[in-house]
């Protein structure tokens, strides 16, 4: 198999830091963006040959396409887009300001579409290409406490269900992932908080304690090997979930959803302007 060359965003820590390093002990070359460079520096030294550091704020579009094209020029292709950047805002939606909705969309959701629209032109012209989109299981289901988040990643979902079948013809594949929770920096020193109101927190403590129950959090290098076979898959697949609890997740809040449209079918019916069966 010929080394493929890899555009990762938010490379200096969780996931993207491991994915890179990945990529690279296989003889790959990567592309590794970062707000800050300095986690990378020893990769750098490593890899002196097959990496290529790029300092990179998502939110800013200019400096997006100039990143993907310097990446494309110094590499001569792309094989692997990866969209990873992002962070967990945590407040209720009553509590969550407009700044902080505005910056969630604007690096975990905008952040993508720029890197993605950058980085199209370029895999339309080589015939060939893997966009993907790290997501996460709450971009199809939802719990409080973390609503812009969930927004982001709902939108990211639906532009690349459209994204996938708008550039299959090209050759270029799409998959989102969808991971569980995982040891990351995710709810740590990368997140941001809401000023809390007192009135949500007999709530806030409920979550806590649901959310201790609901997740025994994966190994992130562990993801390495998951990432690299869907990767290499022939047909990799829109979708798929990185961990041992969202398949159950999604099933029972899928389950929930069909049951609900069932029962109020009559009325959408109604809506229509025709009768039920």
Do not use: C
Request: glycine share 8%.
């Amino acid at each position: 198999m010929l080394p493929k060359v890899w555009f990762i965003t938010g490379t200096s820590r969780g996931f993207g830091l491991e994915w890179a390093t990945a990529a690279l002990e296989r003889g790959d070359k990567v592309v590794a963006t970062a707000r800050k460079l300095d986690p990378l520096r020893k990769l750098a030294d490593k890899y002196s040959s097959t990496l290529l550091p790029l300092e990179l704020d998502v939110t800013n579009r200019e400096a997006v396409v100039s990143a993907v094209d310097q990446g494309y020029e110094h590499f001569g292709q792309l094989d692997v887009v990866i969209n990873n950047a992002g962070y967990g805002l945590f407040g209720m939606v009553e509590e969550v300001s407009e700044a902080q909705a505005r910056a969630q969309m604007e690096t975990n959701f905008f952040g993508a579409l720029w890197v993605t629209q950058a980085a199209l032109p370029h895999l339309r012209a080589q015939k060939s290409g893997h966009i993907i989109q790290v997501s996460s299981i709450g971009g199809i289901t939802a719990f409080p406490l973390v609503s812009m988040y969930h927004a982001s990643k709902w939108a990211l979902e639906g532009l690349s269900q459209s994204l996938a079948q708008e550039v299959r013809g090209f050759g270029i594949s799409v998959t989102l992932i969808e991971p569980g929770g995982f040891a990351t920096d995710w709810g740590g020193s990368s997140a941001a908080h809401a000023d809390a109101l007192p009135a949500y927190d007999a709530l806030k403590k409920e979550v806590a304690e649901q959310r201790k129950k609901r997740w025994q959090p994966g190994d992130p290098a562990a993801t390495r090997s998951a990432l690299l076979k869907i990767v290499d898959a022939e047909h990799p697949p829109l979708r798929v979930f990185f961990g041992d609890a969202p398949l159950a997740m999604a099933k029972a809040d899928y389950a929930s959803r069909i049951a609900l449209w069932e029962e109020w079918n009559a009325v959408a019916i109604e809506a229509h302007g025709t009768k039920a069966p």
